[in-house]
């Protein structure tokens, strides 16, 4: 949720006594768990593209197909397949 979002929410007994460099931390706050949250969803989907793809090489799928359909590297997709033979 946006700090402005947050602070019409709160209502002005919340935000007008807010000094402005009170503000800027708010929003610097805010800003920063958005990243975290958006960091922390990438990190899932490549997490899962690399599990999927483990699991696919483990059935016999070609890499560049792999590669291709998990949206990774195929360097990434040879050494995930090294993997698998050890």
């Known amino acids: ?39 922390g969803m990438l990190r899932g989907e490549y997490d899962r593209a690399r599990k999927t793809a483990l699991a696919m090489l483990k059935k016999g799928y070609p890499s560049e197909e792999v590669a291709e359909i998990n949206d990774l590297p195929l360097e990434e997709v040879l050494e995930l397949q090294k993997k698998t033979v050890h």
Do not use: F, T, Y
Request: net charge negative.
């Open 1 to 39: 949720m946006e700090v402005e979002e947050l602070l019409q929410k709160a209502g002005p007994e919340l935000w007008l006594p807010m000094l402005p460099i009170e503000r800027i931390i708010a929003e610097s706050m805010a800003d920063a768990e958005r990243r975290g949250i958006q960091q």
